[in-house]
């Protein structure tokens, strides 16, 4: 979770905060850039919000371009504020690919990218920003205008919904827990399969497994033990990190000694956990393992601030279902359906980017993108 802050009334020395969500467009570079009144030249304040607006001189409020990033701005949110009065600025994409939401502290005005952020400081959610809305916070209180015309539908990130945002969190009017355990009881009617126990693996596969253990009236039951000093294998840049922290992050139960189990997860990017997991649990004395996956196959990479990983690198790109089943070791294998994921959501297919999915992406991506995608990536000399 992302927060910024805004505690009006108090003196602040830092110029500007700016709370954007940025969608890595590629053919959309922009700034946006404040130029403080006269007499303040030596505040200016630039910043780049990188592939962000298409085709846009300039947007109300703010001087945006990709070539001037010194211009000034006049506002129909009234004038201007020099920068020095600005406390927080927050600015969503036009394809609200990432959520942004607003809250209030007792007057005070948060942005953060979960509103289960607020809940922890015991402030109350007010609303999510709209796709391109613009939100200005300084002493006169919030102040939001639409600062670039919302693309048609709306592309929030599906995997928002299947694992990126967690599951206290509420996007779209939809409480992403139930959304999850709907998944999951889909999944039990897609692919049942007959097994003693169910069992997620923590934390992100526990609501998906509490279904789909509630739908078939198979038992749920630990069978995984998570290290939660570990942080995310998926995002290692190297195989070796990434297999010597799985073993780090998960430990096996007895419980799954001689049983038949459901073993379910959100997703499958590499396959590197999912292969370790089904191998520890052989080891430990299970006699089926059988994986169930709430989402489709990930068969394309994320150009959208995720770094998930290439197209190369992921386990399900050409490769049907049987294909990686043997790649994992499992007894059986079964993702939920495009489908039932989108019923799942309880909203339209058409205001969610499911590129990853179904390799149609909301905006071009050009070839040169594509190929640097892990031009940062360390090779092996």
């Known amino acids: 979770?992302?927060?910024?802050?805004?505690?009006?009334?108090?003196?602040?020395?830092?110029?500007?905060?700016?709370?954007?969500?940025?969608?890595?467009?590629?053919?959309?570079?922009?700034?946006?850039?404040?130029?403080?009144?006269?007499?303040?030249?030596?505040?200016a304040t630039s910043v780049k919000l990188s592939d962000l607006i298409a085709g846009t001189d300039g947007i109300d409020g703010i001087t945006v371009g990709d070539k001037n990033i010194n211009g000034f701005v006049y506002s129909p949110l009234g004038d201007m504020p020099d920068a020095s009065s600005i406390n927080v600025l927050g600015f969503r994409d036009p394809d609200g690919i990432r959520p942004l939401v607003l809250g209030d502290l007792d007057g005070d005005h948060l942005l953060a990218s979960e509103g289960c952020a607020f809940d922890l400081l015991g402030a109350e959610p007010v609303r999510e920003l709209q796709p391109g809305e613009l939100v200005v916070v300084d002493a006169d209180g919030a102040r939001a205008a639409q600062a670039v015309a919302p693309h048609e539908g709306g592309a929030l990130c599906i995997f928002e919904f299947i694992y990126f945002a967690r599951p206290d969190s509420t996007l779209r009017g939809v409480e992403l827990h139930g959304a999850r355990v709907r998944m999951g009881e889909r999944l039990a009617t897609e692919a049942p399969v007959e097994a003693d126990l169910v069992m997620a693996i923590p934390d992100s596969g526990t609501p998906a497994a509490i279904g789909y253990a509630r739908a078939s009236g198979i038992p749920f039951q630990e069978g995984l033990i998570k290290n939660r000093y570990v942080g995310r294998t998926f995002i290692q840049p190297d195989q070796g990190l990434r297999e010597h922290g799985i073993r780090m992050k998960f430990n096996p139960l007895a419980?799954?000694?001689?049983?038949?189990?459901?073993?379910?997860?959100?997703?499958?990017?590499?396959?590197?956990?999912?292969?370790?997991?089904v191998a520890m649990l052989f080891e430990s004395g299970a006699t089926e393992v059988h994986v169930r996956i709430s989402s489709p196959p990930i068969v394309s990479p994320c150009f959208y601030g995720i770094d998930m990983a290439g197209e190369d690198e992921l386990i399900a790109a050409g490769r049907d279902v049987e294909d990686v089943r043997e790649e994992i070791g499992a007894t059986s294998l079964a993702y939920l359906s495009l489908e039932g994921l989108q019923e799942a959501t309880r909203r339209p297919a058409d205001s969610f980017c499911r590129a990853c999915l179904t390799k149609s992406y909301p905006t071009r991506i050009p070839e040169n993108l594509r190929l640097a995608k892990l031009r940062f990536e360390r090779t092996p000399a």
């Open 1 to 43: 979770m992302r927060l910024q802050c805004s505690h009006l009334g108090k003196a602040l020395s830092v110029a500007l905060l700016l709370v954007a969500t940025m969608a890595a467009t590629p053919t959309r570079a922009a700034f946006i850039n404040l130029t403080p009144a006269a007499g303040q030249a030596n505040s």
């Open 255 to 277: 419980e799954v000694r001689g049983k038949r189990a459901v073993v379910v997860d959100d997703s499958i990017v590499r396959g590197s956990t999912t292969r370790q997991i």
